[in-house]
DNA sequence: ATTTGCGTTAGAGCGCGCTCAAAGTCCTAG
DNA sequence: CTAGGACTTTGAGCGCGCTCTAACGCAAAT
């Protein structure tokens, strides 16, 4: 994904102190994004192509004016948009579930349950992950600690075993 | 990922408890490997389509004899390997990267170091994808307990910005 | 006057990881 | 004898998320 040296960069801002509810808090306004942005400037910030920002805005998962050239003139609120699907594509929604929740917000006032829905939901997905990557890494460790060369078995007791992998 | 499925049995048959060492160390030899196994025993047994077994064979992950009908007999090492494969393919690492650790498996005892080195960096990767997700997981923690609709900003300190996402 | 540079568009192409289709072989049960 | 079912092979197809190409427009700099 073009989108991971995003969050790389953010981790690193972040130095190693514990992602926190108020550290999220501080990153979208962090460095107050300006009233009005060209293109290269939206995607040095996001540390997306241009070329991806075009495709988001083609998927309608944003809106974009143009000035009197017809060059994207990107606002604040597309900015924070576009801040908000990154992250949401980082953490694994996909271009579908992101075009049917933006879809729920062009729709009103109204469609907000059902957008909590999605939310909710995706956090269960991400929970999901978190406990499957940490069993991974558990077992990768095992792997490492207990020298690791051969596939057939994470469990090195029969030494045998190396030669049939 | 059709692998998805062997991961969520795998959480279920851990309950809520922490994944640790130990708890992979049984995984693997959990219910002891056939000594020989049909396609479709294996896909049962991996929850995965018969059809990716036969990919990634083609692949060349992994070596499958055939008995006198030409139909696929595998042993206990190819299982273990293919729980390996798996495992690996859950936790990221690409079909590129498993085909490059398996031919360095295939190579000998030699190739051990470059094989750590992988190992080692690949559970870079796992924690790297760990903290993003853990931060992800903090964004829409935040979102939807502080009332989460609007796209247009994270932090909803300005009621008016809603008409705008 | 022309080159450089940044932008535009529609649409094609790509890498990944499967996933399936077609056509055939073999064994068993009715 | 035949029908069903599980398997085999080769090769094509697909969904996703970009990513790039081609042809063009406009404007500031040389």
């Known amino acids: 994904m073009a989108t991971d040296d995003l969050m ?3 981790l690193e801002a972040l130095g190693d102190a514990q992602p926190t ?3 999220i808090h501080d990153l ?3 460095a107050e994004v300006p009233s009005s942005m060209t293109i290269a400037e939206v995607a040095d ?12 805005e083609r998927a309608g998962l944003v809106t974009v004016a143009r000035d009197s050239q017809g060059h994207r003139v990107y606002d604040a609120d597309a900015v924070r948009r576009l801040v908000f699907l990154t992250r949401m594509r980082l953490s694994g929604m996909s271009m579908r579930e992101l075009q049917h929740y933006i879809e729920l917000v062009d ?6 349950p059902e957008r909590m829905a999605m939310l909710v939901e995706h956090r ?18 095992y792997k490492i600690t207990t020298y690791g060369g051969a596939t057939g ?3 090195e007791r029969s030494p045998s075993r190396e030669a049939a992998a």
């Open 21 to 23: 509810v108020e550290a």
């Open 124 to 141: 269960d997905t991400i929970v999901r992950r978190l406990r499957e990557l940490t069993l991974s890494l558990a077992a990768v460790d």
């Open 8 to 10: 790389t960069k953010v």
């Open 107 to 112: 729709a009103g006032e109204r469609t907000v």
């Open 153 to 155: 078995s994470d469990v």
């Open 45 to 56: 910030r996001l540390a997306l192509p241009a070329h991806t920002l075009r495709y988001y």
């Open 28 to 30: 979208t306004d962090l």
